[in-house]
């Protein structure tokens, strides 16, 4: 948990299926405890530093470094930001019914000296996005696998489970079959193109 109150990811701090979902084959993605303890004050100051921002952009950007599968809720977010201006490292300007954070000198040199942190967090926050958006393509392909396969006939999906079966049979009683299981499936291939 954050200082601020913040959940573990699957609780109250993400969205829908954020805190881990199943990739193709039943896999699990798990990101865990997704922010330690004054992480996100850091990240809040980095994305500052970068440009003036508004809470909802934190949460959005966040939320876009992990492929949308974290991102932290506004009751942690907000408080954070609070606890920066009240401590210096920020200052609110208003912007209508919002506030737009712009980082102070105080902040900045705060960052400075956290900067490795800050930078080690983001890291873990790109590796949650990349390995969810491999998983998501997984599971895309997958799907576009199985609606391939769901519109051939059922003799013919039966015929080739079949084969795919036999074929995992073969490997598994000898692993060195695997150059004459390629053979026999590369004419079995060239024999349907004559069809």
């Known amino acids: 948990m954050d200082d601020f109150g913040g959940r573990r990811c699957g609780g109250m701090g ?3 299926r954020r805190g881990g979902g199943r990739g193709a084959g039943g896999e699990m993605l798990r ?3 997704m922010l330690g303890q004054g992480d996100l004050k850091l990240i809040a100051l980095a994305l500052i530093a970068e440009q003036p921002r508004h809470g909802y952009d934190i949460i959005k950007v966040i939320e876009e470094k992990t492929a949308g599968w ?3 809720s506004p009751g942690v ?3 954070t930001l609070t606890f920066l201006e009240e401590v210096g490292h920020l200052t609110a300007q208003p912007e209508g ?3 737009l954070y712009v980082i102070t000198e105080e902040g900045a040199g705060y960052l400075a000296d956290n ?3 800050a930078d080690a967090v983001f890291d ?3 590796s949650v996005g990349e390995r969810a958006e491999l998983l998501r393509q997984r599971n895309d392909q997958a799907a576009a696998g199985t609606a391939e396969a769901n519109a051939l006939p059922a003799l013919v999906r039966a015929a080739l489970d079949n084969l795919r079966d036999v074929a995992i049979k073969q490997l598994g009683k000898d692993s060195e079959a695997e150059a004459e299981l390629v053979a026999v499936l590369a004419r079995a291939a060239g ?3 004559k069809l």
């Open 191 to 193: 024999e349907l193109r």
């Open 14 to 16: 993400c969205r829908g």
């Open 31 to 33: 990101v865990g405890r």
């Open 115 to 117: 900067r490795a942190v």
């Open 70 to 72: 974290y991102a932290p």
């Open 77 to 79: 977010v907000y408080p």
């Open 97 to 99: 019914a919002k506030k």
């Open 124 to 126: 873990r926050l790109t």
